[in-house]
């Protein structure tokens, strides 16, 4: 098991900028969104809907540099850039950053960090609206909604993490591995 | 002073059948300006690469710095040894102003804190940039910013100065400087310099040695027979027999009005009326660095100008992105820009489903692709492509588009004399039967003449077409 | 004051009241941080910025809470004040700490790994590069007819296969610059720590204790 070198660190912290980058262009569309559903008391449903995008950095580091607490350091330094760069989250944004990574980080630490597949990525995209839902409930007052509406929350929220840190991930990485990028490794 | 020594150095690219540098033995004498010449994509880099030990050597020992490897010589010290220019102006630095990267460099070879100030001062008074001190790296030009590379091997004290095409994008003057700069360094502190660049001209009055690497092998001329290489060399010329002046029958299709081109606070273009012409090919010349690649970002909307610039008569800032994009293309410099997918097979595809089929049928294709050698490639990985083969793909991809306005810039980078012949017999073909408008900025000038039928020049700032009058 | 216990101080106050529920005590946290900001001269601006973004998300939470749960009203003035407390304190944080100064600080202070702290800045100073980068890919890409989307995989890709290529040749030139992996170095700038700052540090802390103590139902 290799260790983390300058190269890896440059990388993470690259794809981290990029992913906030192309986030960022989706900022009008959560706008509106956030914007119609929150008079309807839903707006919380809109951050669910997009928060795959804003977690994919942690699976795709995770899934690139194949070193364990590769998904949280890709998750965490965005969170750092995020900070730095206008963000307005400011402390918060460091602490969601660091769980939404560890979130990840436990799909691959719980197979060993040796499988690198549709298995791993949807263990991984479970893990992470876990960890992030229990945050939420804590710091955000999720535990006091109705049973109903947290249960929508939640599968909202598992359904984007699963379609962007899971679906799209592992057809970035299918790309990758035909590019000879990634190695054509077990499943 | 360190003497270099190459020695029974044999390298192959992972994945590579045949070795890019092939049983290597060599030394570059200390104190000398060696100039390190060969085709692109012909292992310059790659020996460059492993000199400066940012490549691991396949054999230890291979490469000694006055007769000790670079293992042997403590890591703090390795910098001290040798330090290396990168082509690429801007990603060669670690901090946000000059001012605090020479002080990481000077950090790291654990100059003790006090000493640092003067040195960082010496150095950027000796290159002659001690206004840019506490300037942001990212917003200085090219040039500046390879000066600003130069500062920092001087403060490092480097004995060995490895240089990797460092003018491919800098400015006339600012190569002078710096060849100046370099010059001093090698007679005044016995600084061994090697320089690569896979262009000879201007190099005459400050080389001593010309190193030639040749099909994975390399030659050490003396000082005679460099000059003699130097006296038979003749640059190359631009011949241009079909060009005319614009004339007044002739309809603008893309237009600017007051067009001023800024790169951050430094003014490319001062602001002038321009027109390209529809049906014609037009070459644009001008020195490194002056602005040719901003002005072809600026037409496809990737930067900022001022003034205003219409497509057949419509702002473009007005047109829908997606559509205007359908009409006027660029060919990007780097290959790698140009790609979507994984395979050649895959890109062709793409460019046929949405580019112009009625002419580029598959027979079509095929055949050119059998003219430009890249039928056997067809299912290769795109990138794992020679830099020219990528370019002809490139080209291809381009050309299938079939956009009404075809932007390309360096069409013929990296291509050899049979590349260039092919690619501008099929360029000059598919713009006389779909009648398109071709721009082109071009280094490369032999065998333009049969495509070129206009030519603007780029100097002092004013963009003029050869015999327009003002 | 000394950015990475600055930090420090941060974070654990914003744990702390992630996890109670005084809001008296975010009340107090909010005029302190409001009060610094004042003093450190943050633009006007930023300041009706900072305001009025968390107003809004803490409303629509505030609303969609009531409307969708069960919180009592105690509850939800926590939730709404606990939302500007971690923006004002995000604010006093950013708006007096430069990227630069944290990233020695935690090297010297706090013995980060140089590899991280200098990996870090690298890629950072790229940030301008960065963004014209990812407008060239999606427009490269509209020249083919093909629209980039955010769930496109092909956008992805492209953005990757560049980035290793600028961690490649950063980390060369790093190297380049005598930057050896774990190796000592001299600092030309040193950070201090004097001791005031330790007690300003456990004095706040102590402060927030005492009325989160006090606080508690």
């Not at chain 1, 839902?133 to 909202?156: E, P, Q, T």
């Amino acid at each position: 098991m290799k260790g983390w070198h300058v190269r890896d660190i440059i990388f993470v912290t690259i794809l981290a900028i990029f992913m906030g980058t192309i986030f960022f262009v989706t900022g009008p569309l959560y706008t509106v969104l956030a914007a119609a559903l929150a008079p309807a008391g839903l707006q919380p449903l809109a951050n669910e809907l997009l928060l795959g995008i804003w977690v994919m950095a942690g699976p795709l580091a995770g899934f690139i540099i194949r070193i364990p607490g590769s998904a949280t350091l890709g998750e965490f330094l965005g969170a750092v850039v995020e900070m730095f760069f206008g963000g307005i989250w400011g402390a918060s944004t460091l602490i969601s950053g660091a769980l939404q990574g560890i979130g990840s980080e436990l799909g691959f630490a719980l197979t060993g960090y040796k499988h690198y597949g549709w298995f791993t990525l949807a263990l991984s995209s479970l893990t992470t609206a876990i960890v992030t839902f229990g945050w939420d409930m804590i710091k955000n007052g999720y535990a006091s909604y109705h049973l109903g509406f947290m249960a929508l929350l939640f599968v909202v929220r598992l359904l984007s993490i699963f379609f962007f840190g899971g679906v799209l991930t592992k057809l970035i990485a299918n790309l990758l591995v035909r590019a000879h990028v990634l190695p054509s490794a077990a499943h | 002073m360190a003497t270099v020594t190459i020695d029974s150095l044999t390298f192959t690219y992972p994945k590579r059948t045949h070795p890019v540098l092939d049983n290597l033995a060599v030394t570059f004498p200390a104190g000398k300006f060696s100039l390190l010449t060969g085709v692109s994509g012909g292992g310059k880099s790659t020996l460059l690469n492993l000199i400066a030990g940012l490549t691991p050597l396949p054999t230890p020992g291979a490469i000694r710095f006055d007769g000790h490897p670079l293992a042997e010589i403590p890591a703090a010290k390795h910098a001290n040894t040798v330090a290396m220019m990168f082509q690429e102006p801007s990603t060669q630095f670690t901090m946000d102003t000059v001012e605090n990267e020479l002080r990481f460099a000077l950090e790291n070879q654990r100059m003790t804190a006090t000493d640092i100030p003067a040195a960082i001062d010496d150095a950027l008074n000796f290159v002659g940039i001690a206004q840019l001190k506490h300037r942001i790296l990212m917003q200085l030009s090219g040039g500046e910013q390879q000066k600003v590379a130069l500062a920092i091997i001087v403060a490092m004290n480097s004995d060995v100065i490895l240089l990797d095409e460092p003018f491919a994008s800098i400015d006339p003057p600012t190569r002078l400087t710096l060849l100046q700069k370099l010059m001093t360094l090698c007679t005044q502190q016995h600084k061994t310099v090697i320089l690569a660049d896979h262009d000879l001209s201007g190099y005459a009055p400050w080389v001593d040695h010309l190193a030639v690497l040749d099909s994975g092998h390399l030659a050490l001329l003396s000082a005679e027979e460099t000059q003699e290489r130097f006296a038979a060399f003749t640059p190359d010329r631009l011949r241009l027999t079909r060009v005319t002046a614009p004339q007044a029958t002739e309809t603008a299709c893309l237009q600017g009005t007051q067009l001023g081109l800024f790169s951050g606070d430094r003014e490319l273009i001062h602001p002038q009326d321009l027109a390209f012409f529809a049906g014609q090919t037009t070459l644009i010349t001008g020195p490194n660095g002056s602005g040719k690649s901003t002005l072809f970002r600026a037409l496809v909307r990737l930067g900022h100008y001022q003034g205003t610039l219409t497509y057949q008569g419509r702002d473009i800032q007005k047109i829908a992105r997606k559509s205007y994009a359908r009409q006027v293309g660029l060919m990007f410099q780097s290959s790698m820009a140009q790609f979507l997918n994984v395979t050649l097979d895959e890109e062709l595809t793409l460019s046929q489903k949405n580019g112009n089929h009625a002419y580029f049928t598959p027979e079509r294709v095929t055949q050119l692709l059998d003219q430009l050698g890249l039928t056997q490639h067809r299912d290769q990985v795109i990138y794992s492509l020679s830099s020219g083969q990528q370019k002809k793909a490139q080209l291809l991809c381009m050309l299938i588009m079939a956009p009404q306005v075809l932007l390309l810039d360096e069409p013929l980078k990296g291509l050899d004399l049979a590349s260039i012949q092919t690619t501008m017999q099929i360029l000059t073909s598919v713009q006389q039967d779909l009648g398109l408008t071709l721009i082109l900025i071009s280094h490369q000038l032999s065998g333009l003449d049969g495509l070129v039928t206009h030519h603007l020049r780029l100097m002092d700032h004013h963009l003029l077409y050869e015999g327009a009058t003002e | 004051m000394n950015p990475t216990l600055k930090l420090a101080l941060v974070l654990i106050i914003a744990l702390e009241i992630s996890f109670t529920q005084v809001w008296t005590v975010n009340v107090a946290l909010l005029v302190v941080c409001f009060i610094l900001m004042i003093a450190y001269r943050v633009k006007l601006k930023r300041l009706l910025w900072l305001t009025l973004v968390p107003l809004f998300f803490a409303t629509a939470l505030v609303w969609s809470l009531s409307l969708q749960g069960s919180a009592s009203s105690h509850f939800l003035i926590v939730i709404f004040t606990r939302m500007f407390v971690y923006v004002y304190m995000g604010g006093v944080f950013t708006q007096t700490t430069e990227p630069l100064m944290l990233t020695r600080s935690l090297e010297q202070n706090a013995k980060l790994p140089s590899k991280f702290a200098y990996g870090f800045l690298a890629a950072f100073n790229l940030l301008p590069k960065i963004r014209t980068e990812v407008a060239t890919i999606r427009a490269a890409a509209l020249m083919r007819g093909q629209v980039l989307h955010v769930w496109s995989p092909q956008l992805y890709f492209k953005v990757i296969l560049v980035a290793m290529n600028w961690s490649d040749q950063l980390a060369s030139a790093m190297a380049s610059h005598g930057f050896v992996e774990g190796a000592p170095r001299t600092h030309a700038v040193t950070v201090p720590l004097p001791k005031w700052n330790w007690w300003v540090c456990g004095m706040s802390l102590v402060a927030v204790q005492l009325g989160l103590f006090w606080g508690l139902p």
